[in-house]
């Protein structure tokens, strides 16, 4: 269980460390993905209130993925 954590709390400052990186608020996410990515449950991600499953962090990167591409990055 205590692995777990640890591993959720290094996804986290993961999500969090693009999401700086790249300029964005929580609430520029929940805008950019058009409400489908909730500022409130993106903020659960980052401190590991919540974990986020496989399938999630793959629509996430995916997402990510076509934001870079549209944007030139």
């Known amino acids: 269980m205590e692995f777990d954590r ?3 709390l ?3 400052q993961e999500l969090k460390r693009i999401r700086k990186q790249r300029g964005l608020s929580l609430a520029e ?3 950019l993905s058009q409400g489908r990515w909730k500022a409130v449950v993106v ?3 980052e401190r590991a209130d919540r974990a986020i499953t496989v399938g999630r962090l793959s ?3 995916r997402k990510s993925t076509r ?3 549209s944007h030139g990055y």
């Open 6 to 8: 640890i591993e959720a």
């Open 10 to 12: 290094r996804i986290g």
């Open 29 to 31: 996410v929940e805008s």
């Open 43 to 45: 903020g659960s991600y």
């Open 59 to 61: 629509a996430l990167d």
């Open 67 to 69: 934001l870079n591409s």
